[in-house]
């Protein structure tokens, strides 16, 4: 098997982390496997090195804070090698300048244009082991670029699919995708295997194992992702195209995001354009709106409620009530203390009745549902932050995913 | 003047230190220059970085010991160029590989091949100051190389070269080459105007302002070199060709080296062959032998002295007593309590009856010499250890080179 190995930064944390890392490998190899290696950056330093440039410049220019960044991946890349090496495994490191990787000129988040895979195909064909610098390319100028938020994992799944592999293995401190969280419900078990659509609903809700851009691109080139642990070799989740062949349990998960806030904008004139004058200045400001609902109209006046970040909460109300008079709306009122709560599935697709269940068991709990939002695959309730262990605890036994180990 | 300014690990060896060196280089714009910075690693950097390759595994590859000490430059010419950016000065980092430093593959001494400074020279123009990592290049591969011992200063003297600039500033935390250690004679001065070849001399004697490497290249292309202080703004030494228009003194400096011991072989015969069976081993060893002395033959014997430095004494008197049959001598001596003083200076060509001269004040003070070399421009003993400080003091009053001030 070909596979593209990435090593996030708690995976090579220390130099002791990274004689870990050696090992898994190492057996890679020795089990006649051809492996690619990407890194992160050892934790902390990324963060070491941008608070230096913040102490010299706030707003220091992103060309420079990527070329200083930058650093940080290349000095994991030559220390694994140097370990690997010392090992008897041939190991090159290399930028991402070295290893092929072309960019668009966007500092700190800028999108990989191509790979020129062959040299590090050369080395792989010699049985030798290229450790890549991660998250960062260099654009047609020979600037050093880096791949901004959710970049690391990104560069391993795109060097995965220019080098043809058969596997794209990141490495992490979590061993896989639960089937909830288990801080919550102990008996959520691991997701053995997982469609993409499935992982990014998972990913949208804030459970931070895989970046969605990830995901993305990997569905996009049908990319098998396999997510692990660097702490215990044991089988993580698989994230592939979906399994069409196998009978599917209605729902494969439960996911929740405690950040969350909820406005509502009551009695604007129903007529077209009212979301475009609602939506407008919210944008405008970069807030992230999620859940939209507008209710139906009652003597030509709607209300329209959504949910955006808790963080961006009181810019919102701030800038609504502002806007209430030019929108003619009679009232906007907001509440900070809403979660999300969401079952996930593709089964949900030929299994009928799967909503009507889950609000069956949430009425049986007495939670209150106060926004609702469904997709093909995912089904989302907005409810009092109180009640999303309860939520989550109830619809996990509900639809048969708790084992009973 | 288009100037290429190099500022050593000491110069921007912590956040503040180097705000100051953006001082020297927002001032040498705003006089209307061109400039061109070369930067060190700040100073630990480097052995911080090698520590850790090091705990990995003690005999490093040398690639990939290259690759993760670049990375020292590469910080300090972002943190330069984003302190300089926040003054209003248009600064742009660039890597050794981005400034066009194509060298040999030779890791960590690798030579420079050619340096394509057609980027840089486009940024000059533009009134924008490129900010270059030394001490590094690329090869033909694209695989990262450092320059090795004496690389940093040399890389600025190459750049200079290559964007024929009026000259090469190597800024350090020394503000010039003393007529003498300062620490001997406290009326020791600075030298304003030193030419390559008495610079050559007193780096070989261990006075370590200059690298030797630099000199010589600069010497070959005749680049001024401007060694100054980064601590204080003044003038330092200009280091250039021998200016044979002035009158000069006879010489120009005293040097001397601690650093050294002596070795006899006593009583080998004297016929073809015998200086090759005495240095082959040695050269063999890797020991780099200094002054050497043959007497006149007696009866068909001779004896030979020579220095190396004193951390070989002991493996060099090993060899030599192992060989001492091989070599029919009658006995190997060895004292390594002994140094170096020499006098150097271009004006001895021209003025008479120096040597005696020397001769006479070491006698007057009553300090026997043990060896004597000389080369055109540099009159060298070796005495013992205890008369340094007096024979050095002595000389630079004799030779006029003390200040009354």
Do not use: W
């Not at 694994?80 to 930028?95: C, D, K, N, P």
């Not at 996911?255 to 944008?283: L, S």
């Not at 009122?333 to 709560?341: E, P, W």
């Amino acid at each position: 098997m070909r596979i593209v190995q990435k090593y996030g930064g708690t995976s090579v944390g220390s130099l002791d982390r990274i004689r870990k890392t050696a090992d898994i490998v190492e057996a890679a190899m020795k089990a006649g496997n051809e492996i690619t290696v990407v890194v992160s950056a050892m934790s902390g330093e990324t963060n070491r090195l941008i608070s230096m440039a913040r102490e010299m410049d706030e707003s220091a220019c992103p060309r420079e804070l990527d070329a200083l960044v930058a650093t940080g991946e290349q000095v994991t890349a030559a220390l694994l090698s140097i370990e690997l090496q010392s090992r008897g495994v041939a190991a090159y490191s290399f930028t991402g300048a070295q290893a092929g990787f072309l960019t668009s000129s966007q500092h700190s988040r800028a999108r990989i244009c191509n790979i020129d895979g062959h040299r590090l195909i050369g080395h792989m064909e010699k049985g030798e082991v290229p450790v890549v610098a991660g998250f960062q390319g260099v654009d047609e100028d020979g600037n050093i670029t880096t791949l901004g938020r959710g970049g690391s994992d990104t560069s391993a799944v795109a060097l995965a699919i220019a080098l043809e592999a058969d596997c794209c293995e990141i490495y992490t401190d979590v061993d896989g995708v639960y089937t909830t969280d288990p801080r919550i419900v102990s008996a959520a078990s691991k997701i053995e295997r997982i469609s993409y659509e499935e992982m990014l609903e998972f990913a949208s809700l804030g459970a931070k194992v895989l970046q969605t851009r990830s995901v993305e691109l990997a569905m996009r080139f049908g990319m098998p992702i396999h997510l692990r642990s660097s702490f215990e070799m044991v089988d993580g989740t698989f994230v592939t195209e979906e399994d069409k062949t196998m009978e599917r349990a209605a729902i494969t998960g439960v996911a929740y995001n405690r950040d969350e806030a909820k406005v509502t904008i009551q009695g604007i004139p129903d007529h077209p354009g009212i979301a475009a004058n609602v939506f407008g200045p919210v944008a405008d400001a970069g807030i992230n709106v999620d859940v939209i609902v507008q209710n139906v109209s009652e003597q030509g006046h709607t209300d329209i409620t959504f949910t955006v970040p808790r963080a961006d909460y009181a810019s919102t109300m701030a800038l609504l009530k502002e806007s209430c008079d030019k929108m003619q709306a009679r009232n906007v009122l907001g509440d900070n203390t809403v979660a999300k709560v969401s079952i996930i599935g593709v089964g949900m697709r030929s299994h009928a009745g799967v909503a009507k269940e889950m609000f069956d068991v949430l009425a049986k709990e007495n939670i209150n549902i106060q926004m609702i939002t469904t997709s093909e695959i995912k089904i989302t309730v907005v409810v009092d932050e109180n009640h999303v262990d309860q939520a989550v605890r109830s619809l996990h036994d509900a639809f048969g995913l708790s084992q009973s180990e």
